[in-house]
């Protein structure tokens, strides 16, 4: 018999010891962040699970590669390796590093978008949106039906709505579209894969009406690998064969190398077009730095060049996969609602129907979100009614699993927590807003219970 047990495809060289707290100290620490995860110190977290953006362990290779930084302002080798790196799996002519993701989408929309500008997407994320709108910018996110019901089962839940797309396209006029993208996977609609067909499909009508098509590609190994499990045709071949098909059809992309880069910290914005590159890097050097290092280290670019490697290994993907999937199974099968089916580099549970006596203007993925901290102590991220505010079509908890990070009998521990959780809904109450940010509130809004009459 083959030996089935799925293992994490690497061992341990460097610890770091997690802190427990009790129930009571975490309820006054809570209480102190006004019920806001993102205020609360990371040492009293046991298992962070906030974000998988930066969060990862990086590799013997990665480390060793970091040595190797060289930390010259201009005309770095440490830049030529990280340039070979992403031109081998994105293709593009231009590639323009930034410190993160979204100082690629600001100097993105800076360049492309102006007052009045629609952009489309699958689902556009929080900095996304932001950035966009920040430049005067619409951004309107086109996911397919299906995407909004969370415990509806389809293979590729991130597609975009490519009849609405048409819809927008004679509706608005080609000239206020001055770009359209593709986020992969689909982080605000739970990790949910966009399939090959669509990303061809949506470039069908993109280059029809001469839009240029840019993917967000945070995620792209993950979305590769989920191609390759997923699509017919896709069986046989590498994830690299993958992601390079899947980049060809686009004229340019925004990274956060903080996923599937597997660094700490970085990104790179793309383009084929020389003028839009011409513009991005007289801009990146305004505020980033100059094109050769683009606000990071030599030793970031280094780790980033072997980082979106590594991502693309088969095994890790395996094992990556596996490992949200068994979080999600296991609380799904004891009654939890979760975004079906589980996305790649998270598990969503659906706070709406969790908590279906907080309605959503009382936060409920921020109610259950908090409890789950007071049960284990372990960090979730609400997406919905506070990170969206109107936009906000699910109220979901988010259980990002960083890479290569944690074990088996951690998420183990998660499973145990959630299922106690689920087992008390009842007691769990709503919250209201006492202070918040114009935009990105969800980073620092603060919050208090509604009393217990308002219930
Ligand atoms: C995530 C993040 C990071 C984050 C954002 C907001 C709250 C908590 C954590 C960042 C993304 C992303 C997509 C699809 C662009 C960015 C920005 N995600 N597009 O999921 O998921 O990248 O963080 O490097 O600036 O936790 P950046």
Redesign the pocket.
Known sequence: MPIKTIIEPFRIKSVEPIRRTTPGERQRLLEQAGYNL?LIPSESILIDL?????TAAMSTEQWAAMMRGDESYAGSPSFERFRTSVQAIFGFRHVIPTH??????RILFSVMCKKGSIVPNNTH????RANCEFCGGEAVDLPIPEALEPSRVHPFKGDMDTARLEELIQHAGRERIPLAML?VT???GGGQPVSMANIRAVKEICARHGIPLYI?A??FAENAYFIKLREPGYAGKTPREIAREMFSYADGC?M????DGLANIG?FLCTNDDSIAQQEKDLLILTEGFPTYGGLAGRDLEAIAVGLNEALDEDYLNYRIASTGYLGEHISQEGVPIVQPPGG??IYIDARAFLPHVPPSQFPGVALAAAVYIEGGIRS?EIGTL?FGEHAKMDLV?L?IPRRVYTQSHIDYVVEVILEVWRRRAEIRGLEITQQAPF?R??SARFRLVPAAHN
């Open positions: 993102f906030l974000t998988d953006s930066g993160q993701g979204r100082a690629a989408e994320f929080d900095t996304t986020t689909n982080n605000s967000d945070c995620r925004t956060s190398a903080k996923k990104g580099h998270a991220v990170m988010r990002a990105l969800h980073f």
